[in-house]
């Protein structure tokens, strides 16, 4: 099966937004949520096009991916 860039991309958009929400609700330490999810590029109040730029590119959404594993592990939810 071969997976196409559009698909991808909107795949990787639907997660990052259920990872920042995750972030967002899940995790209550401002510092995690403000000083490192947000430093992934994710805005405070982000866009579909924040989500999709980020997912576009392989090394935005790699730093994503393990920056909310970084957040779970702050908090503890890993």
């Known amino acids: 099966m071969i997976v ?8 990787r958009t639907k997660l990052l937004k259920d990872m ?5 609700h899940n995790i209550g330490n401002d510092i995690i949520s403000v000083d490192i999810w947000h430093a992934t590029g994710v805005p405070e109040d982000p866009e579909e096009i ?10 935005l959404w790699l730093l994503a991916v393990k920056t909310f594993a970084k957040c779970c592990k702050f908090e503890g939810e890993c």
Do not use: G, N
């Open 20 to 24: 920042d929400s995750y972030v967002r």
């Open 4 to 11: 196409t860039k559009a698909e991808l991309t909107e795949t």
């Open 50 to 59: 924040d989500f999709q730029r980020i997912a576009e590119d392989d090394e």
